[in-house]
């Protein structure tokens, strides 16, 4: 079993559009996250999420709303895509205290 | 968190050591050097860390010198699978910032 999922792998869109990229993890985290890695690859953290809470928000557009229905599901939403937000989203989970996250592999957004 | 200083690339012959060297020099008695690696297009992986003592595990050995202010994390026999970028982060566990934070990493090549 996949410990951290991702759906979808990849996504291509036209700008101005709103989808949703969903991540689930089985390992019983506490805390989940998004991170975004641009063409640069650089891996930057966007939010996080303990026990259902927000703990974590970067300085991310508001454009960009992360959803936890329970500890074991966090989703990130994103309305009126625009073409900078073309990149690699990663989620990733921990135990609240622990720096051991476990990534899932990835989702490709393309924005047209 | 204390900030990393790491080659931007290194190359090794398959079947030979890889050592990876990581400054940390403002590390504080309280953070543990983590180390990651992204295999090109997946998601990052926890390899090991550390606090002060030297560990070893299934992947790998993460050397700390004793002022801790830089560590070596060691592959014993290099395989072309091992063609990476590794990062060496250093976190806080016992802060209220559950986040880790990427750098930019080094580039391990392993050759045939």
């Known amino acids: 079993d996949t410990a951290v999922s991702q759906t979808p792998k990849y996504l291509v869109t036209q700008m101005g559009n709103d989808k949703s990229i969903k991540c689930e993890q089985n390992l019983g985290h506490d805390t989940m996250y998004w991170y975004k890695q641009d063409s640069k690859k650089f891996l930057k953290i966007m939010f996080s999420y303990n026990n259902k809470e927000l703990i974590i928000n970067e300085t991310v557009p508001n454009r960009f709303s992360p959803k936890s229905p329970d500890k074991a599901h966090l989703n990130l939403h994103i309305n009126s895509l625009e073409l900078g937000d073309s990149a690699v989203y990663f989620c990733?989970?921990?135990?609240?205290?622990?720096?051991?996250?476990?990534f899932g592999s990835g989702t490709r957004l393309t924005v047209v | 968190d204390a900030k990393t200083t790491q080659p931007p690339s290194m190359d090794c012959a398959e079947g030979r050591a890889a050592n990876l060297p990581c400054n940390h020099s403002?590390?504080?008695?309280?953070?543990?050097v983590y180390w990651y690696r992204q295999i090109h297009s997946q998601g990052p992986q926890y390899i090991i860390h550390g606090l002060k003592n030297n560990e070893t595990n299934e992947m790998a050995s993460l050397i700390i010198t004793e002022d801790r202010k830089s560590s070596t994390l060691i592959l014993p026999h290099a395989t072309l699978r091992d063609t990476a970028v590794y990062y060496c982060?250093?976190?806080?566990?016992?802060?209220?910032?559950?986040?880790?934070?990427f750098g930019k990493g080094t580039l391990l090549t392993v050759n045939p």
């Open positions: 990733a989970s921990s135990q609240v205290l622990g720096a051991r996250y476990t």
């Open positions: 403002t590390i504080s008695g309280n953070e543990y």
């Open positions: 982060i250093v976190f806080n566990s016992g802060g209220s910032n559950y986040k880790l934070t």
